[in-house]
DNA sequence: CAGTGGTCTAGACCACGTG
DNA sequence: ACGTGGTCTAGACCACTGC
């Protein structure tokens, strides 16, 4: 059910590296291989802890970790789990706008167009592509109370999503697709915020006059293995919403 | 040395809850009451077990999660240390100004104004205080290569932050001075992020034309016990500069 | 060298969800 | 009733620090 041959790590942790991270990093890499899919159940602690030859303290300790980093699920009584991102699940943690009373913002979405092409530099950059890897770029308005407030611009590498443009339109939200049809699982994302004034073509989708300020989030999408998946630039009408920041 | 009554926790949990997490919370009392100073080393864990009369697997489990917290500092060989906040760590957590390289802005500060009175309505709210309750208002510029870039307000609960406004000035950093004078150790903070443009005093503070767009930071600063010990309004004129969050 | 945290084991019992 | 994760224990050995 695993690599194939029955694997026993040696007591003598190999190149120094505690045994529950090489645990960690085994299970990481049964999910990786798709061999356990999401929303599917792991064996036992014990079970795993026979077939990994350690004990099922050790075995714990890993799936602690994964459980902490979202990547696991663990249900008292029922068995532990690769977690299975939902649309709401996703949206709960990656769309931080809020009315100014604190409710969450749940906007609806409109494409705008979505191509191919070759990264820019740019593009190149911020998703840590090779000179003249292919990008699928798409652009969207987020309305919230029938009125746009976000005109978001997103590229992905080609190679990661193959013929992700071929139908010509994306979902609302990416990043349960991307764990559901490529095996990809979003972690965490990194922003940088910071303000701009909206230019002509802007306001007239964000549907305000030119000039205005604009709250500019530039975000990479980073997965559970550390590639880079998304860039991600948000020009943000607020208008009394807010966007919400944990720091610390 | 402990809570007077050598106490014993019985193995039937009280309340259902952990015994890890009992003594999670006896450790985090030890340090508010400032028995355990900022800095200070605990008793070894097997100390530890002997005197909450638990294991030292269940000690290191309770360690375990505030070192996570950042309330506590584990050094192999040496000891467990409850974490003493200095300038330069507090400013690498709260500070999360970048320049366009993504090298660390390192402020300079220059204090405007302190001054002391009843909270008003809104302070009341995002300090969560009781009607006439005093407070400290302190107003700052934030300067970076000699140039003003955030102007912020900083509302305190006079109540915890007795004789603070005595001299008419603050540091430069206030979350260390808090834990080494005070006792109250921060643990995090929420924040509100928009925009806004400069009115005529923000832009005469600043040094730029009224009508520039702000970036606006309304951050509550949360103590370890769940107290929200500050409200904080920045500012901020970016000017290439951006402000770094993490998502997720 | 002694003492500390860091890791790992083996085994026990409890709480929960399912059949 | 059974199997799962959740907690707790006792003991072992290792790695690091400081004397």
Redesign the pocket.
């Known amino acids: 059910m695993l690599c194939g041959d029955g694997m026993k790590l040696p007591?003598a942790?190999q190149g120094n590296r505690?045994?529950?991270v090489q645990v960690r990093d085994l299970i990481v890499a049964e999910i990786q291989s798709g061999a356990w899919a999401p929303g599917a159940v792991?064996p036992?602690?014990?079970?795993l802890a026979r077939t990994y030859g350690?004990?099922?303290?050790?075995i714990?300790?890993a799936t602690d970790a994964l459980a902490a980093d979202q990547i696991l699920v663990?249900?008292?009584?029922?068995?532990?789990f690769v977690h299975a991102h939902t649309a709401a699940e996703v949206l709960f943690r990656f769309f931080q706008f809020r009315e100014p009373d604190g409710q969450r913002v749940i906007p609806a979405s409109r494409t705008l167009r979505t191509t191919r092409g070759s990264a820019t530099r740019i593009e190149q950059d911020r998703l840590a592509l090779a000179k003249g890897a292919r990008v699928i770029r798409h652009s969207r308005l987020r309305t919230w109370r029938s009125r746009p407030f976000i005109f978001e611009t997103i590229v992905l590498p080609e190679a990661l999503f193959p013929g992700l443009a071929a139908n010509g339109d994306l979902p609302n939200t990416l990043y349960d697709m991307f764990q559901t049809h490529y095996g990809v699982t979003v972690a965490r994302a990194v922003e940088r915020v910071d303000t701009q004034t909206a230019s002509e073509r802007q306001a007239r989708l964000l549907d305000l006059p030119a000039g205005q300020p604009l709250l500019r989030i530039d975000r990479q999408t980073i997965a559970i293995d550390g590639r880079i998946i998304e860039w991600r630039l948000s020009l943000c009408h607020l208008d009394g919403l807010y966007y919400a920041v944990e720091v610390g």
Do not use: H
């Open positions: 007591k942790q505690p045994l529950y792991l036992s602690e014990f079970e350690v004990s099922q303290g050790t714990r300790k663990r249900r008292q009584g029922r068995g532990t």
